[in-house]
């Protein structure tokens, strides 16, 4: 296929590649996973021109990546994935985490199924609505102290199962086991730790929710099998992030390493993609920092589904040995982190940026927990309020392609502007009701905002990272009950 | 009719603001005000606040645009900190490395305000002053 830029070409019914040509300053040619038919929504905006900047980054190996969920963001495009040699110079770029470092989402499966929440739903809805703090302002209930606070920041997830608020085995079932290691929480600001102090067990707002959602199809009887999924079974899904303290820690950031260019003789296109070497001093301050963030959002999130534990606890008048609300995966989908991979037969330690991206490491790899280690990564795919949200697997492929990344949800199509003003908030609500989807939000706008009209549709986003072989389809679920910031 | 303050833009993923001034110190503060009108709105039967908290303000950088960004990232940290809404802005001095400025704010109540969008950060993409006939315009972006 002919695009009308000559500098991108189709490699496959899957993949495209936008060539150095594209813009000069380009050290590799970008990829991107899209087909036909999103292709045209890719070019509305400059999500392209995003991709190309990347490429400016010194070190960076292979391509600039771009996954099917590709939106246009700030400094990497939403969707973006980027890897750096570290011993070669490489560099890290805040702009390429973003402001919500580790922004996420896991997967809890119930052992309830579709009919044991029939005719309780509205309540049950209500219930986690008025116990799971979200929207703007929102302050969480645990109080900490800021030794706690810097106990959190080194522990992450650890941390808060310490305290009560979980199991060793949820921290299995955590990227880098909801803990990055040697992080320094003295270089952490003043505001920042003021920032994250009442926040953490908070959702917060604009695109993350909480849902409770129903298993529609299995693709894997296999793996889904082996993960204890079956069609009809209640599931819930939660995405958040750092909250206001890796939103100050990014800003903080982003600001010293607004001289790092001109120090270190870096050209980039974009002050957005503001960068220092891995190992300099700067580079190295961002990614412990970054780290602390990184184990305050998996905190977050951790404290986020004890809480919705307990509301099904007290909702059902049930315990855990019924309920087994067990934590299939946590996943990142804005973090750089060192990993490392065989660059032209030689394995070399990388810097891995993946900005609304997901890790999809295939079977095998040590950082597995054991029980997964035949089956690949779990990786979760959130969709819109209306749609779908899926279940994937990390494939070899995407070790061999894409840094052991896949896509991270539907992506926008709309704006938000765009969505509030071409959008009637009653009638969004009436068809996601008549769709059986209960919704509670506390935002005024949210609900045009996150409407399914504004997004892609994540059933062809996940469809193309399956026929591209970068991840692998275990299962579909459907929302019942979605709280939105 | 007074002289218009800011305008939204459209992204795909976030909110920008183009802001309107005729000095510097004019367009500063309409791009506070700009952006605490994307997070929440005051209700119009709301009662006014008696109490409400001042705050000094000084920051720098290196640039005037890079400073838009530090003295509205500032502000949000505040008002994410003390759960407030800036109601008046008063700036001192401002310089293309540095500003001060004094801040009047009330809390963010659930009685007196709308609550719309939670700004995660400012950001410096295609950020821009421009001086034009009627004095300065400003663009900046918000991750939200």
Redesign the interface.
């Known amino acids: 296929m002919e695009t009308k830029i000559p500098a991108l070409k189709k490699l496959s019914e899957n993949k495209f590649c936008l060539s150095k040509e594209f813009k000069p300053g380009m050290r590799v040619d970008g990829i991107i996973y899209t087909n036909e038919k999103l292709l045209p929504s890719l070019l509305?905006?400059k999500?392209l021109e995003q991709v190309a900047n990347v490429a400016f980054l010194p070190g960076i190996i292979k391509h600039s990546l771009a996954m099917p969920d590709i939106?246009?963001?700030?400094?990497f495009p939403?969707g973006g994935v980027a890897a750096t040699d570290i011993g070669e110079g490489g560099v890290v770029s805040p702009g390429g985490v973003?402001?919500?470092i580790n922004c996420g989402v896991r997967l809890v499966k119930t052992g309830l199924f579709q009919q044991d929440i029939e005719g309780k739903l509205t309540d049950l809805v209500n219930l986690l609505y008025h116990s799971v703090p979200a929207?703007?302002?929102s302050k969480g209930s645990l109080k900490l102290t800021e030794s706690q606070e810097k106990a959190l920041l080194i522990k992450g997830a650890k941390w808060v199962v310490e305290q009560g608020y979980g199991t060793k085995d949820d921290l299995e079932c955590t990227e880098e086991n909801g803990c990055m290691k040697d992080v320094d929480p003295g270089l952490i600001s003043q505001?920042a730790y003021?920032?994250g102090r009442p926040q953490v067990g908070t959702l917060?707002?604009?695109n993350h929710f909480l849902e409770i959602q129903v298993i529609d199809k299995i693709f894997d009887e296999k793996i889904a099998e082996q993960l204890n999924l079956f069609e009809t079974q209640v599931v819930v899904m939660i995405h958040s992030g750092s909250r206001?303290f890796g939103?100050?820690v990014?800003?903080d950031y982003?600001?010293t390493m607004?001289?790092c260019p001109r120090k270190y003789n870096i050209k980039v296109p974009?002050?957005?993609l503001?960068c220092a070497p891995v190992e300099s001093k700067e580079g190295k301050a961002y990614l412990s920092a970054m780290g602390c963030a990184a184990n305050y959002a998996w905190a977050n999130r951790q404290l986020l589904m004890h809480k919705t534990r307990e509301v099904f606890e007290k909702f059902l008048k049930v315990g855990q040995n019924t309920l087994k609300m067990n934590l299939i995966y946590d996943v990142a989908h804005n973090i750089a982190k060192t990993e490392t991979y065989l660059v032209n037969g030689v394995p070399k330690k990388l810097c891995v940026h993946r900005k609304g991206a997901t890790r999809a490491f295939g079977p095998g790899r040590q950082e597995l927990p054991e029980k997964y280690r035949n089956i690949g990564q779990p990786v979760i795919i959130p969709g819109d309020m209306g749609r779908n949200s899926y279940l994937l697997v990390g494939t070899e492929q995407a070790m061999q392609e894409t840094f052991g990344s896949t896509c991270h949800g539907a992506g926008?199509?709309?704006?938000?502007?765009?969505a509030i003003h071409t959008l009637d908030r009653n009638k969004v609500l009436k068809e996601l009701k008549d769709k059986g989807i209960e919704i509670r939000s506390?935002?005024?706008?949210t609900i045009c905002?996150e409407a399914p009209q504004a997004y892609k549709d994540v059933n062809d986003i996940v469809e193309i990272v399956h026929n591209a072989g970068i991840s692998k389809k275990v299962c579909r679920m459907k929302p019942v009950g979605v709280i939105k910031? | 009719m007074s002289a218009k303050k800011y305008e939204q833009i459209e992204h795909t993923a976030d909110i920008g603001l183009k802001i309107f001034g005729k000095d510097k110190k004019t367009l500063f503060i309409n791009a506070a005000q700009g952006m605490f009108s994307l997070i929440a709105v005051r209700k119009s039967a709301a009662k006014k606040i008696k109490t409400s908290q001042e705050f000094k303000v000084e920051v720098q950088a290196d640039g005037l645009e890079g400073l838009l960004v530090s003295w509205l990232s500032e502000l949000l940290t505040l008002a994410d900190i003390y759960s407030i809404v800036a109601t008046r802005l008063y700036v001192s001095h401002l310089s293309s490395k540095s500003i001060q400025a004094r801040v009047s704010a009330e809390p963010l109540s659930d009685s007196a305000y709308t609550m719309k969008t939670e700004i995660k950060a400012v950001t410096y993409h295609l950020l821009k002053i421009v001086k034009n006939k009627t004095g300065f315009q400003g663009t900046v972006f918000f991750d939200i």
Do not use: N
């Not at chain 1, 939106?71 to 400094?75: E, N």
């Not at chain 1, 926008?412 to 765009?418: F, K």
């Open positions: 509305q905006d999500a939106h246009w963001g700030y400094g939403i973003g402001f919500d929207g703007v302002g505001y003021q920032r917060g707002s604009g206001g939103h100050q990014c800003s982003l600001k607004q001289d974009d002050r957005q503001a926008r199509l709309q704006s938000r502007t765009q506390t935002g005024k706008e905002e910031g």
